[in-house]
């Protein structure tokens, strides 16, 4: 389990296998489960630890390990870490009674079975042990762990050596999360935004931050949050909500934010590549917060001498759940198996699906040609919220909790941003058939399954699919391929349809809310939001038959 920081979760692996995993937010409904603050630490992912259990068939006393994803004994005060935090000690504290704590959660347990592993391990396990990859390089970067922000070292066969680190307060990610929050933004959670503002921005800040933020010969690197007020001044929050040009971004802000993101990019560029004359391996895997970075990672993919990156979806600290667990697998002898895809969540059958829909009194149809139906309405610009699956695990929503669209009005962009409540300045992505995507994008890896890289759009399709081309042509894409047969089969009849094989795909969600996950939380947003279409497995409800009064709403804001 993660629990000390945010986004707190839980996973299950049974000899060697991935079963399942989640985060506690989707049970709960608060977005990232918790502030990563230390008055919250002792807080536990209870609903997520029961759902694992419940799906694996199993009891407390069955478990054989659990493995909590930070080890107290490696921390340091938080001033001998130079880390600006009084109540830290408070932190570690719960963290030293977490096998007590979790022990009253799953009554039973014993807390002897509690087993620390340290957090930046957690993190490159949940890359190289849950990759296809038995030899592999690992990469670990986020804001901290007991003492340390990065991790690198070296898989084989299970093993893991480690050939660098970088001890706090040097941080990458405290570094970009101290941007996020002079930007306006929420801290340990608008990161992502930071990213996609770089992108109306130029970095001319770059040379003077390449004297604050560099590498040094040890294989780590120095980074200390800079006074962002020599560049700009704070703004305040929910304060940068239109694109630069537009009335609303001081260009100051944007160029810092392009400038840190290229510096971050170059840094990336030299440790992966420094890791490299070390291992001499083929593949590079990846997790922690900054593995989320998806501009970095495609620049990883083209100027590092590995030829693979593989990333792990759920890279931020939920992922230290599954990378523990695997961890502890690993060191016990057991082989690990490769997580079978992000689709590790709660899922429904379509018994059940149906009984939840005749239960809100929803009217619905069960139709043969559910891809061709929903694939009609897209292409007549209705809004699709698509539930079919088992939950992501991870914060992309990959085609089981999506909203999709048409990605060939360009004002459906703006469109889809109002409906969920989100800043004008962010991007929506692409979902594309895989047998397509290389006609369409380049300059990253295809296959793309989980939305972890940016890619060019090709000149000649920017003005085919404007919706999902962000201001600097580029698109993070997610391929789509026979692994999910009805998105494929819809994805198709679209291409039938309009000659697209994209549509555009966005989390199933309104903002300040976490992903939708249950029947009931996709029910309550299509009570909510103007979508025309509501896919629920392999049911229908049209929102004209369920609101006769309303007008669709297709290509209106």
């Not at 009335?247 to 990336?268: N, T």
């Not at 085609?399 to 889809?416: C, D, H, I, K, V």
């Not at 549509?503 to 996950?517: I, K, Y």
């Amino acid at each position: 389990m993660n629990a000390l920081f945010h986004d707190p979760s839980a996973a299950l692996v049974v000899d060697g296998h991935v079963v399942a995993a989640a985060e506690e937010e989707r049970f709960s409904r608060r977005k990232h489960g918790k502030r990563p603050v230390p008055f919250a630490a002792w807080e536990l992912p209870e609903q997520a630890m029961r759902w694992c259990l419940d799906v694996g068939g199993l009891t407390p006393t069955d478990l054989d390990a659990v493995a909590y994803s930070f080890d107290p004994a490696l921390a340091k005060p938080s001033d001998e870490m130079g880390l600006p935090d009084p109540w830290d000690w408070l932190r570690q504290r719960y963290a030293e009674r977490a096998p007590q704590f979790i022990a009253t959660a799953l009554p039973g347990l014993d807390p002897a079975t509690v087993r620390f592993v340290p957090h930046e391990v957690a993190h490159a396990a949940s890359a190289a042990l849950a990759s296809p990859y038995r030899t592999c390089s690992v990469m670990s970067l986020d804001g901290r762990g007991e003492r340390s922000s990065y991790l690198a070292g070296r898989y084989t066969d299970g093993r893991l050596e480690v050939l660098a680190s970088q001890e706090l307060p040097h941080s990458l990610g405290l570094v970009y999360e101290s941007l996020t929050e002079h930007l306006g933004f929420l801290r340990s959670s608008d990161e992502y935004k930071v990213m996609a503002l770089a992108s109306y921005g130029s970095p001319r800040f770059l040379p003077e931050l390449r004297e604050v933020l560099r590498t040094t010969p040890d294989g780590g690197f120095a980074a200390e949050a800079p006074d962002w007020s020599r560049w700009t001044r704070p703004a305040t929050p929910g304060s940068l909500q239109e694109p630069t040009g537009s009335g609303g971004l001081p260009p100051d802000q944007a160029d810092l934010a392009a400038s840190v993101q290229v510096r971050l990019e170059e840094l990336l560029v030299e440790l992966a590549t420094s890791l490299h004359e070390q291992t001499r391996d083929t593949v590079l895997a990846m997790a922690g917060g900054t593995a989320l970075n998806c501009v970095a990672n495609s620049r990883l993919w083209r100027e590092t001498p590995f030829e693979h990156v593989w990333v792990q979806p759920a890279a931020g600290d939920s992922g230290t759940a599954l990378g523990a667990a695997l961890q502890l697998t690993a060191e016990a002898g057991v082989r690990t198996e490769p997580m079978p895809s992000a689709a590790l969540g709660r899922w429904w059958s379509d018994d059940e699906l149906a009984e939840a829909l005749r239960t809100a009194r929803v009217p619905f149809t069960t139709p043969a040609d559910l891809p061709d139906q929903v694939a009609a309405v897209l292409a007549d610009d209705g809004m699709v919220a698509w539930f079919d699956g088992r939950a992501e695990f991870g914060p992309r929503a990959l085609g089981q909790r999506s909203l999709l669209a048409n990605p060939g009005p360009r004002s459906n962009t703006e469109r889809l941003n109002v409906v969920k409540g989100r800043e004008q300045f962010r991007p929506v992505a692409p979902m594309v058939l895989l047998e397509d995507a290389a006609d369409i994008f380049s300059g990253g890896p295809i296959p793309s399954p989980y939305m972890l890289f940016v890619h060019e759009v090709a000149p000649e399709w920017r003005d085919r699919i404007p919706a999902t081309v962000h201001v600097d042509g580029t698109a993070r894409i997610q391929t789509v391929d026979g692994t999910q047969p009805r998105l494929q089969a819809m994805l198709r009849a679209f291409r039938a349809r309009t000659g697209l094989p994209v549509v555009v795909n966005t989390s199933l969600n309104t903002a300040g809310r976490p992903m939708v996950d249950s029947p009931r939380d996709a029910l309550e947003l299509f009570g909510s939001a103007p979508v025309d279409l509501l896919v629920l497995g392999p049911h229908l409800v049209r929102r004209a038959d369920l609101f006769p009064s309303e007008q669709p709403s297709g290509g209106v804001g």
